[in-house]
């Protein structure tokens, strides 16, 4: 899918042609390759895995029935809202979502192939869509006083690593309503992530919540658990996803480096 420099054959009196042929899918289908990529880098069942059709009259997770439904990922011509087709998640939002542990390979080669095929001609977009950086590195630059943050750029603070990642907003151009800024999700995510462990436990030690952090969970359309059991459950949950954000982390930056623009050139 992301291959470049496929091509086809010919023979002739002096041999065998090899026109080479260097468009892939992402140059015909943006929006549909950034929507099949942003789920696998991020780890992110909902945006590319399967989904779970129940007959008539039953539901998950009492499922009569039931069969696998893939989702449609054609967008068609998004250049004008009109003949924009629907969202393919947002289109199968009711149906539950065939979800496994995912390999963290699955999530390095999607971005490896990513930042290394989908540039052209010193096209830099995917890669500032996905790039995340250490604050105070070399290749971190400062946010703007004008910055807003949450909106403009997005900071999360490991206090395992003891170190703060940055990611900025891209806003998608004209026609590629997809092509969003993956790194702030993924930075976003994991400041969020970090929130409601920090709230699961408080609630587990009988700390009341402040106005501000209620209205903050308010803000995640979040739920605390009330039962001590859910508690230690969604702690342990989350804790292990906030835990290989931060490692991933760590790779994206290092993929940048290596298979980016500057490394692939």
Request: proline residues 7%; contains cysteine; charged residues 20%.
């Amino acid at each position: 899918m992301t291959g470049r420099g496929n091509g086809f054959g010919t023979a002739t009196d002096y041999g065998h042609d090899f026109v080479p042929f260097f468009t892939n899918f992402y140059d015909i289908f943006p929006n549909e390759m950034q929507q099949i990529f942003k789920g696998m880098i991020r780890d992110s069942a909902v945006e590319y895995m399967p989904r779970v059709q129940c007959a008539t009259g039953s539901a998950f997770p009492n499922c009569q029935n039931p069969r696998i439904t893939y989702m449609d990922f054609y967008r068609g011509d998004c250049s004008d809202p009109a003949t924009c087709r629907p969202d393919p998640v947002e289109a199968n939002a009711s149906l539950p979502v065939v979800n496994s542990p995912s390999n963290i390979l699955l999530q390095i080669y999607a971005t490896e192939y990513a930042l290394a095929q989908f540039p052209t001609f010193f096209d830099t977009s995917f890669q500032n869509q996905l790039f995340v950086c250490v604050e105070g590195s070399g290749a971190c630059r400062t946010p703007s006083d004008d910055a807003v943050e949450g909106v403009d750029y997005v900071r999360y603070t490991s206090d395992r690593f003891l170190r703060s990642y940055l990611a900025w907003q891209v806003e998608p151009p004209p026609g590629q309503p997809e092509q969003v800024s993956i790194g702030f999700d993924m930075i976003r995510e994991a400041r969020d992530t970090a929130f409601i462990v920090r709230m699961l436990v408080k609630r587990r030690d009988v700390v009341a919540f402040t106005p501000a952090e209620i209205s903050q969970l308010a803000a995640l359309h979040y739920t605390v658990p009330v039962a001590a059991a859910d508690l230690v459950i969604e702690i342990d949950r989350l804790q292990n996803r906030l835990t290989s954000l931060e490692s991933f982390f760590t790779q994206l930056i290092e993929l940048e480096r290596t298979s980016g623009v500057a490394g692939f050139l």
